[in-house]
T-cell receptor
C-alpha cells in the first residue's frame, strides 16, 4: 500500500522562486493536511482540507496556497519562496471526523537560499 | 491557547535501559492525548493514545497514562532497543473532527 505519497522529496530554491509540493493518498480519506516541521517547534499546521472542495487555514498559512484537486490530491504552493520557509513539509490524511490518527507521507525537505 | 510541552532532547540511553519521555499539556477541558513516533527518514505514525483520564495507552512495549491531576501523559518503556531510536511527539485533540496540537518532539538515541 502506497498510503500518502509526496513529491518531490528534496528541493532547493532561490529566494523569490515558486514551487508546488504534491501530495496524493490512496486510502479514500476525506481530510488532508499540510504541516511544516522545524527543529524544536514540532509540527505546525499550514492548511487543511476537511473534504473535497474545501480548504482552511491552519496555524501558519502566510506565504502558502493550497489546492484540493480531487479527493486524492492536495497540493501546497509557495508563490515567492523565502528563507524562513526552509523546512520539512509533511502531508497527512485522515478519516472524517478525525479520531486522532493521521497518516503521514515521508516528507519533503525544502531549502530556500 | 492549548499547548503541549515535551522534555528537551536528545535522550541518549543504552540498550535495555528504562525510558521516560515527559509530556505535559495546557488546555481548558479534557482533551484526548496521543504519542506519535517518527523513525529516521519517515513520516510520523501513531504510537498510542488515551481518550479520558486514567486511561492507559500501550503499543510495542510503550505505555502512557493520562493523568488529569498533573496534566501529563509521560511515555515509558521498560527496556529500549536500538530500533526504538526515533523522534517522539506528544499531541492533544479536543473532540472528534478537531485539529491535533503537537509538542516539539523529543529525539531518542539508543546505543548498543
Amino acid at each position: 500500500n502506497a498510503g500518502v505519497t509526496q513529491t518531490p522529496k528534496f528541493q532547493v530554491l532561490k529566494t523569490g522562486q515558486s514551487m508546488t509540493l504534491q501530495c496524493a493518498q490512496d486510502m479514500n480519506h476525506n481530510s488532508m493536511y499540510w504541516y511544516r516541521q522545524d527543529p524544536g517547534m514540532g509540527l505546525r499546521l499550514i492548511y487543511y482540507s476537511a473534504s473535497e472542495g474545501t480548504t482552511d487555514k491552519g496555524e501558519v498559512p502566510n506565504g502558502y496556497n493550497v489546492s484540493r484537486l480531487n479527493k486524492r490530491e492536495f497540493s501546497l504552493r509557495l508563490e515567492s519562496a523565502a528563507p524562513s520557509q526552509t523546512s520539512v513539509y509533511f502531508c497527512a490524511s485522515s478519516e472524517l471526523p478525525l479520531t486522532g490518527e493521521l497518516f503521514f507521507g515521508e516528507g519533503s525537505r525544502l531549502t530556500v537560499l | 491557547g492549548d499547548s503541549v510541552t515535551q522534555m528537551e532532547g536528545p535522550v541518549t540511553l543504552s540498550e535495555e535501559a528504562f525510558l521516560t519521555i515527559n509530556c505535559t499539556y495546557t488546555a481548558t477541558g479534557y482533551p484526548s492525548l496521543f504519542w506519535y513516533v517518527q523513525y529516521p527518514g519517515e513520516g510520523l505514525q501513531l504510537l498510542l493514545k488515551a481518550t479520558k483520564a486514567d486511561d492507559k495507552g500501550s503499543n510495542k512495549g510503550f505505555e502512557a497514562t493520562y493523568r488529569k491531576e498533573t496534566t501529563s501523559f509521560h511515555l515509558e518503556k521498560g527496556s529500549v532497543q536500538v530500533s526504538d531510536s526515533a523522534v517522539y511527539f506528544c499531541a492533544l485533540m479536543f473532540g472528534a473532527g478537531n485539529m491535533l496540537t503537537f509538542g516539539g518532539g523529543t529525539r531518542l538515541m539508543v546505543k548498543p
